[in-house]
C-alpha cells in the first residue's frame, strides 16, 4: 500500500550525515529543504546552519507535519517552515522571495513520485540552485547519470543543466515504513553558463519519442520534414542516422542545436 504522500522517514543516522556532508555547506547558505517531515534531516541540519551562519527554509505539505515542526524549531534560529507544496510554490519562493537572494542549494528525501516533476521546475528555473541533493528511487538515479549506449530521455533533460553523480544507496530497512523500492541519493551540480532552451527539450521528446526507432526516423515523424534533409544534417554532424537514440552523447545532442533545421521546432 503506497504510503500517503510518500511519507517514508528516513532513520539511517549515518546516511544523515552523509546528506548533510554532500551540501558542502557555507556560511551564507540557503538551504531549500523539501519534505522535511517529522524533521530527520532538518534538524541536524539546522543545527549545523546555526554553527557556520547558513539558512534553512523548508517547504511541507502536510500540515500535521508542519505545525508539529514549527513547534519543535520553537527555540532554533536559522529556520523557517513553509506550509505548501514544493511544486506550486518553489518557483514562487525563488524568483520573487526577498530573503532567497543568488545562491541556493536544494536537499530533500523527497516522495518519489514527484521526482520528474520536481526535476522537471528545477530545470525550468530561470535562477537554479548551485546544488541539489535528492532522495530518489535507486532506479530512477540510475537512469538519471546514464550514459550511451544506455542515454534516454530522462538523462538527457537532467545532464542538459546539471552533472548528475549517485552519491550512496540506501535500502528499504533505513526508512519507517520502508519503502517497496531500494533508494538513492543524487547529487545534481548547476553546470555554469546554462541558457534555458525550449528547444532543447522539444527535440528531446521528438527524439526519444520511439526509443526503439532510429534517431533518423523519430526526427522524421517528429518534424515532419523529408528523410534526405534530415540525413544530410545528421551526416555533417558524423550522427549516424540509423543509430537508436540511446547511443546518442550529450554532445551530440547538443550539436543539432547548432542546426537551423533543428532548431526551427514550431512545427512539433
Ligand atoms: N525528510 C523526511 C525524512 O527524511 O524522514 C521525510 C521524507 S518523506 C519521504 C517525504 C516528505 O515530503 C513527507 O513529509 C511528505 O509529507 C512531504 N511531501 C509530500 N509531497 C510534498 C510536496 N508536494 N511538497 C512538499 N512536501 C511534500
Redesign the pocket.
Known sequence: MPQR??????INKSAIKKIIAALNLQPNDIIIE?????G??TFPLTAECQKIGCKVVA????PE?AKNLELGIRNYGRIKILR????KDLPTLIHNSSFIIQNYKVV????YY?TGKLLRILSELENKPELTILMIQKEVAQRIVAKPPKMNLLAAAVQFWAEPKILFTLKPADFSPPPEVNSAVIRLTTKQQITTDNNYYKLLHIIFKQPRKTILNNLKTGLKMPKNKIEIALKSLKIDPNSRPQNLSLEQINSLLTQELFTDLDCS
Open positions: 504522500l510518500g511519507q517514508h522517514f528516513l523539501i519534505g522535511p517531515g517529522k530527520a534531516l517547504i511541507e505539505k502536510d507535519l505548501g507544496d514544493v511544486l530533500g528525501n523527497i516522495p514527484i
